[in-house]
C-alpha cells in the first residue's frame, strides 16, 4: 500500500494541464503547492493559465495506491460541486477539469477555482489576523442561511436523487465503529454517551444533501460574504438535522487544540450568536425560502439528540487521529492537548441530552 504522499508531482502535471486542455484549449497547469486541508485526499495550490490570462487553481487528488472510494473519491466531490453549481445563495468552487486516471495506481484527481478569501473558526483556530468579533458573528448568521438554502432543495432537485440515504441511526453506529478502534485510556466513558444515543434515536425527517463537516473553517469568506463551501470529501444525503447541529454545536465547541489562545483570537468568538439565535435565522431563512408550514421547525425537533452525536463525532475522530499520532516520534502538540479535553467534549455530548 502506498503513503498517500507517495506520487509524482510531475505526473500530476502534466495529467493536469491535460485535462484542462480538454476544457480550455491550450490551457497549462504549474507551480504546484501542497495545502492543509482534507485527510483523505492531497490538496495543491497551483496556476491554470489560458493564453493571455492565469487563475488560480486548487487540486484535489486521491491517494496513489488505494481504491478511490468513499472520502477517497474526489471525482465524486467534483461532482457535488457541479450538481450545486448555481445553487442561489450557496457558492461553491466552480470544477474547472477533471481526470479519471487510471486507479488505483494512477489517482484520479479535479481542478476546482480559487478565489481570494479566508477560512477561520472563531471557536479553535489561531489565526495572525483573525477577523474582528462582529465579522465572526456575521459569518455565522451568514453560514445559517447558507445551509437554510442547501436544505431548502431536495436531492432530486440537485440531481443527487441517485445517492442512497444514510439514516441517523447509521450514521451514529459510523462513530460507534471508529471508537471501538481505539485505546481503552483514550475517551473512557464514550460508551455511556453511545448508550444514551443509540437507545433514543429519533424519527427521520425528508433527507437533504449533507456537507458533513459543516462550519466556518470549511467556508471562505472575504470580510462577511461568503465565497464559497468547501471541502466536501464527507458528503452524503441524510437527515439536515446533522449539518444544522454541526453548525450550532461549533458556537461553543467543547473540544480545544491549543490551552490557551491569544487575546484577538478569543476576542473573535466573544459575540457570536447563541444556538437560539442561530437556529431562528436558519428557520427564518427556510420559511422566506417556501417552507411548508412546519417544515422549518421540524429542523428544531430532536436537536438536543443530534447535538449530542456532534460531541460524540468530534470526540470519536479526535480519538482515532490521536491513537495514530501518539506513536509516531514527534506527536502533534495539538492533538495531545484535543485529548486531554475528551472527557469535556463526551460531558458536553451529555449535557445536549438532558438539554442544557
Known amino acids: ?62 491517494p496513489a495506491g488505494l481504491a478511490p472510494v468513499r472520502n477517497r473519491d ?28 487510471a486507479p488505483p495506481q494512477v489517482p484520479p484527481l479535479f481542478g476546482m477555482a480559487r478565489r481570494p478569501s479566508e477560512s477561520y473558526e472563531p471557536g479553535l483556530d489561531v489565526s495572525p489576523t483573525p477577523p474582528s468579533a462582529a465579522v465572526a458573528a456575521q459569518r455565522m448568521l451568514v453560514a445559517a442561511r447558507a445551509l437554510a438554502r442547501l436544505q431548502a432543495r ?4 440537485l440531481g443527487l436523487g441517485a445517492e442512497p440515504v444514510c439514516p441517523a441511526a447509521e450514521e451514529l453506529g459510523r462513530w460507534q465503529r471508529l471508537f471501538a478502534t481505539v485505546d481503552a485510556d483514550i475517551g473512557p466513558g464514550h460508551e455511556k454517551l453511545h448508550e444514551r444515543l443509540a437507545g433514543s434515536v429519533p424519527a427521520g425527517v425528508e433527507p437533504r444533501v449533507l456537507h458533513g463537516d459543516f462550519r466556518l473553517a470549511n467556508m471562505l469568506f472575504s470580510g462577511a460574504t461568503l465565497e464559497a463551501v468547501i471541502d466536501w470529501e464527507i458528503w452524503s444525503v441524510g437527515d439536515p438535522r446533522s449539518d444544522l447541529a454541526w453548525l450550532l454545536m461549533h458556537t461553543q465547541p467543547a473540544h480545544v487544540f491549543h490551552e490557551d489562545r491569544p487575546a484577538a483570537d478569543r476576542a473573535a468568538c466573544s459575540a457570536l450568536p ?24 421540524q429542523s428544531a425537533t430532536d436537536l438536543s439528540w443530534f447535538l449530542g452525536v456532534c460531541y460524540y463525532k468530534v470526540a470519536a475522530t479526535i480519538a482515532v487521529i490521536y491513537k495514530r499520532d501518539r506513536r509516531r516520534p514527534e506527536p502533534d502538540p495539538a492533538l495531545q492537548v484535543a485529548a486531554r479535553h475528551l472527557t469535556d467534549v463526551l460531558e458536553a455530548g451529555h449535557r445536549a441530552l438532558d438539554g442544557e
Not at 457535488?80 to 474547472?96: H, K, S
Not at 431536495?154 to 432537485?157: E, I, K, Q, R, V
Open 1 to 62: 500500500m502506498s503513503d498517500v504522499t507517495d506520487i509524482d508531482l510531475a505526473d500530476v502535471l502534466r495529467r493536469a494541464t491535460a485535462a484542462a486542455r480538454r476544457v480550455h484549449p491550450g490551457a497549462d497547469v504549474a507551480g504546484l503547492l501542497r495545502l492543509e486541508g482534507g485527510v483523505s485526499s492531497l490538496t495543491y495550490a497551483a496556476t491554470m493559465r489560458t493564453g493571455a490570462s492565469e487563475r488560480p487553481v486548487v487540486l484535489k487528488v486521491a
Open 74 to 101: 474526489v471525482l465524486r466531490q467534483a461532482q457535488v460541486l457541479r450538481c450545486l453549481a448555481g445553487l442561489d445563495g450557496f457558492p461553491v468552487p466552480a470544477v474547472e477539469f477533471a481526470d479519471p486516471g
Open 154 to 157: 431536495s436531492p432530486d432537485a
Open 274 to 297: 447563541t444556538q437560539a439565535a442561530l437556529l431562528a435565522e436558519y428557520t427564518s431563512a427556510r420559511r422566506a425560502l417556501g417552507a411548508i408550514p412546519g417544515e422549518a421547525d
